[in-house]
């Protein structure tokens, strides 16, 4: 079973930096196949990028995926006080079908 | 608009069962994939199981297979998730999220039930 290990598990800024999130998969997958999720408290997760780095509808350019093989990253650019959630990576097509990455909390500093 | 509104949520005790609900509107249902994804509490997201748009496509976690039933009523645009044998493990919110026809990853999520097993 593949394993996706997000890190850093915490991760304090201020708005306007910039933060990046890493998520590693145990072994190589199909980038088409990676997901990022925005969970905010109380809320289901919304959809930011699916395919790696294709944003979902409505997600600012802030948001950027990257990545490729084991190592995928979401950067969002400038931070606004609005991205203070957890983000979670996936990958589709696993046994499980969908794997979910733990989780990053991007809290402020 | 996409609105996937999640009902049947409670309190059981170990052993029982409980029958979720996830009424669907503002998209043709009968055109996509749904999935159930669950979080217990203060935890992470966790796929649980999967049904195609015509019902023929179903796969399920380990971790529920042989005690939960997914299923879909395209007439009445509602998806069901039966859970039977609940264990402690299964407490949580339970999601219904609707499946990307290409690229696939969750796009919609419903506002999710609460789902809690004791004694």
């Known amino acids: 079973e593949i394993v996706l290990t997000q890190s850093p598990s915490t991760l304090a800024l201020s708005p306007g930096e910039r933060a990046t999130l890493s998520c590693r998969a145990s072994q190589t997958v199909n980038s088409n196949y990676v997901a990022w999720y925005q969970q905010k408290p109380g809320q289901a997760p919304s959809l930011l990028i699916y395919g790696a780095f294709n944003r979902a509808t409505g997600i600012p350019d802030r948001f950027i995926g990257t990545g490729s093989g084991t190592d995928f990253t979401l950067t969002i650019s400038r931070v606004e006080p609005e991205d203070f959630a957890v983000y979670f990576c996936q990958l589709y097509g696993s046994s499980p079908l969908y794997i979910f990455g733990l989780g990053t909390k991007l809290e402020t500093k | 608009e996409v609105d996937l509104r999640e009902s049947g949520g409670g309190l059981v005790k170990p052993g029982g069962s409980l029958r979720l609900s996830c009424e669907a509107s503002?998209?043709?249902?009968?055109?996509?994939?749904m999935n159930w994804v669950r979080q217990a509490p203060g935890k992470g997201l966790e796929w649980v199981a999967v049904?195609?748009?015509?019902?023929?496509?179903?796969y399920y976690a380990d971790t529920v297979k042989g005690r939960f039933t997914i299923s879909r009523d395209n007439a009445k645009n509602v998806l069901y998730l039966q859970m039977n044998s609940l264990r402690a493990e299964d407490a949580g919110v339970y999601f219904c999220a609707r499946e990307r026809k290409v690229t696939p990853a969750a796009d919609s999520w419903g506002q999710g039930t609460l789902v809690t097993v004791s004694s």
């Open positions: 503002g998209f043709m249902f009968n055109s996509y994939s």
């Open positions: 049904i195609g748009s015509s019902g023929s496509r179903i």
